[in-house]
């Protein structure tokens, strides 16, 4: 059994920087892939950015240039780094971790950009 855990949600000012922490506990298959996923209020769940094991990224348009994911494999630990925040990077950010048909979603931790 795995079991997430995001912190790092806050309120920030436009234009201001942010990092988020997942950290995964339990069973951990050391091939998997990892993700951070947003949901703004009255809106379906999104990609934000993935990230192999092995390091490959992907990003969501809308934050190509401003978001960073990473990883560290020793922690069993992800990171969203986020510059330059908009109001409309406003959400709940999940993580999510995966390994061949099992999914495990964290709780979400809180972002507000105000601007």
């Known amino acids: 059994q795995v079991q997430l855990m995001e912190s790092g949600g806050h309120l920030v000012q436009a234009g201001g920087s942010l990092r988020l922490s997942c950290a995964a506990s339990g069973s951990i298959f050391s091939i998997n892939a990892m993700g951070w996923y947003r949901q703004a209020p009255g809106k379906q769940r999104e990609l934000v950015a993935t990230i192999t094991s092995g390091g490959n990224t992907n990003y969501a348009d809308s934050v190509k240039g401003r978001f960073t994911i990473s990883r560290d494999n020793a922690k069993n630990t992800m990171y969203l780094q986020m510059n330059s925040l908009k109001d409309e990077d406003t959400a709940v950010y999940y993580c999510?971790?995966?390994?061949?048909?099992?999914?495990?979603w964290g709780q979400g931790t809180l972002v507000t950009v105000s601007s």
């Open positions: 999510k971790y995966s390994y061949r048909y099992l999914e495990v």
